[in-house]
């Protein structure tokens, strides 16, 4: 649905992004994390039309962004970061005005934009002012207006930016139930919140694809090692220096000290070694019983910190 070929942009002697290259299916949500300055604005933005790349492609259903401007436009919703909302308008005179632009048959207006106030759950402040409104329902406003002429592809700059933790949850379901039918680029700074609704994840840094892959297979590159966390009841010590004894063990460490000989470890063996069983035998034959044990990969914020933070180590080394 989306094709990015050898992207690059330039102002001047600064290349903001450099070379990018990544395709989008259609009813997949694709996560877009950078650091600030890494490039995911810019990149959005000539996905969007709003800016030509210096170099290099971008179709939208088969369609150049540049040579097929109106097929690419009646194709993509995209909310920025600060919504794009006339502030001396209602809601509902500002949605009206958006469908003109998009060009939403006559017949269709009215239904269009009442299902999408519905949806985003704006119908109660429909004749407001969009001044008047509150940061949250300008950002819902926002989200509407991306919505209008129900566009196959959306791309949405931080769209939980300004809600309550109520809001936050009920645009995440929103997000995640128009993905069944459309194609969407979610760019958020919350990244609990990309792992919770994106199958797939690039982190841009520097202007350069870091990373593409799952959260899940991001964690397993950048460990390069299984991890599990258990909860064992004994002396702490003891439990320690037995861990250490199992074969295909690298590391052990205390992660959290509940009560006195309860302790939770995280253990980080050898990729290809299973220490599961061993570890269960062990424990019970000193009577050291494990009462929780599951895997425990690198969270999407380790996973982020340490592709965008490796080039500064290492510059300052």
Do not use: W
Not at 52 to 74: C, H, M, P
Not at 146 to 154: D, K, Q, R, Y
Not at 170 to 199: F, M, Q, W, Y
């Amino acid at each position: 649905m989306i094709e990015v070929k050898n992207l690059s942009k330039s102002y001047g002697r600064l290349k903001a992004i450099n070379n990018l290259s990544f395709e989008v299916k259609k009813g997949e949500i694709l996560g877009f994390l950078g650091p600030n300055g890494a490039g995911k604005s810019t990149t959005m933005n000539i996905i969007t039309g709003y800016i030509s790349a210096t170099e290099g492609t971008v179709k939208i259903a088969g369609y150049d962004v540049l040579e097929d401007e109106k097929e690419v436009k009646k194709r993509i919703g995209y909310l920025p970061e600060n919504p794009p909302v006339y502030a001396d308008m209602t809601v509902e005179s500002y949605l009206s005005f958006v469908s003109q632009l998009k060009q939403v048959p006559r017949n269709m207006k009215k239904i269009n934009i009442d299902e999408i106030m519905e949806l985003v759950k704006v119908q109660d402040v429909k004749k407001r002012l969009i001044k008047n409104l509150s940061k949250g329902f300008r950002q819902r406003v926002g989200l509407a207006q991306a919505l209008i002429g129900n566009p196959e592809v959306l791309i949405l700059d931080e769209p939980t930016v300004g809600l309550d933790p109520k809001q936050i949850i009920e645009i995440r379901n929103l997000i995640k139930s128009l993905g069944k039918d459309r194609t969407i680029i979610l760019s958020s700074h919350i990244l609990p919140e990309v792992s919770a609704l994106c199958e797939r994840v690039i982190i841009i840094n520097k202007g350069e694809i870091a990373a593409i892959d799952t959260p899940e297979n991001l964690s397993k590159i950048i460990e390069g090692a299984s991890r599990l966390f258990v909860r064992i009841e004994g002396p702490s010590n003891n439990i320690l220096e037995i861990i250490n004894g199992i074969n295909g063990v690298k590391n052990v460490e205390v992660f959290q000290k509940e009560e006195k000989d309860l302790t939770g470890f995280i253990i980080e063996s050898d990729e290809n070694i299973d220490i599961r069983k061993p570890l269960f035998f062990a424990m019970a034959e000193e009577k050291m019983p494990i009462l929780e044990m599951k895997s425990h990969g690198l969270s999407l914020e380790e996973v982020f910190l340490q592709l965008t933070t490796t080039e500064k180590k290492e510059e300052e080394v």
